[in-house]
């Protein structure tokens, strides 16, 4: 008799998760490999990937090992795409951090640095810290980017930057910008990602185009799977202005131009529970996504040299007039 009823709960089971794939197909295909690399990420055995920490030094070798098979090049004398750099952390205290710098070459001289920091908090009170959100799905979507220019050329050559200690400070992208293996002026854009995957409105923010509003023509904010929305970067908003609160914050400073893709602060933002069962898968193959597209577009853009000018129109503001 107990077979009888596990029958209809079978077929009733195989019902349901037809439905579930159907709303699933509807609502966008799920991006196995972009989900992969945030559970593995973010599994318990990473430790939460704290900078300095076995940890953050698995995590660097699944990355670096996903960098070797989609066939990234490393600057010399960086091995295995290893940039490493020391820093003081708020105590005072002497800490190695490590990026992971991969590059595909482009015709020109302009690059385009798609940067998500690795790192994440670690174990606090004996509670594994794991990070998805923050940020294995920026690390996911950088690599799922990787994938597609390895196998699409680029046009301007694209630096993969995975940084270390973004959560003491963006210590890893302030070493890059301070110690980059091409000059820094010939970076014409940073594309970050800090938080891409997890938002119940389905709702993707891209913050920059305050500062550079010519870069809204890169962003397609009609899209009807997923809302984009700019903003989170006008200096009056407080610590609601984005601008600085992440990796682009450091070539922000360098006054290279940026646009930083994240979701707005949620109920597991730096807690815990920040882990792979509570992101938003469907929410996640979109939004990397978008990142993806607007890489495509501002690759696509002849030469840079556009980005490139406007930057020097910000320079010469009259509120920072350049002195020759
Ligand atoms: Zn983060």
Redesign the pocket.
């Known amino acids: 008799m107990k077979i009888l009823y596990i029958i209809p709960l079978a077929m009733m089971l195989s019902c349901c998760s037809s439905v579930k794939k159907q709303n699933n197909i509807a609502s966008g295909k799920l991006d196995t490999q972009l989900l992969k690399d945030v559970e593995v990420l973010s599994l318990d055995a990473y430790q939460g990937r704290k900078t300095g920490t076995k940890g953050a030094e698995m995590a660097r070798a699944y990355i670096i090992e996903r960098f070797q098979k989609l066939g990234l090049k490393s600057y010399p004398p960086h091995v295995n795409y290893a940039q490493e750099f020391i820093f003081n952390d708020r105590k005072g205290t002497k800490v190695n951090g490590t990026n992971i710098i991969g590059y595909i070459p482009g015709k020109g001289n302009n690059v385009i640095v798609v940067s998500a920091?690795y790192d994440?908090l670690g174990v606090i009170k004996g509670e594994v810290f794991n990070?998805a959100d923050?940020?294995a799905s920026?690390t996911a979507g950088l690599l799922k980017i990787a994938a597609y220019f390895s196998k699409n050329k680029p046009n301007n050559t694209i630096i993969f930057a995975a940084f270390d200690a973004?959560?003491m400070g963006l210590q890893g992208a302030k070493a890059f910008v301070g110690n980059p293996p091409i000059p820094v002026n010939t970076i014409a854009i940073n594309l970050n990602m800090?938080?891409i995957s997890h938002s119940d409105k389905g709702e993707l923010y891209v913050c920059g185009t305050f500062k550079y509003p010519d870069l809204k023509r890169y962003i397609d904010t009609a899209r009807t799977d997923i809302k984009v929305s700019l903003g989170h970067d006008d200096p009056k908003l407080g610590r609601d202005d984005w601008t600085n609160q992440?990796d682009q914050g450091a070539f922000n400073a360098k006054n290279i131009p940026f646009l930083y893709f994240?979701v707005e602060d949620h109920k597991d933002y730096h807690q815990a529970t920040d882990e792979y069962n509570t992101i938003t898968p469907a929410f996640f193959s979109k939004a990397a996504e978008v990142v993806l597209d607007v890489v495509k577009r501002v690759d696509n853009q002849t030469g840079l040299q556009q980005l490139l000018k406007n930057k020097m129109i910000m320079r010469d503001s009259p509120q920072t007039p350049q002195k020759f």
């Open positions: 920091h994440h990070g923050d940020n920026g973004e959560e800090d938080m992440s994240g």
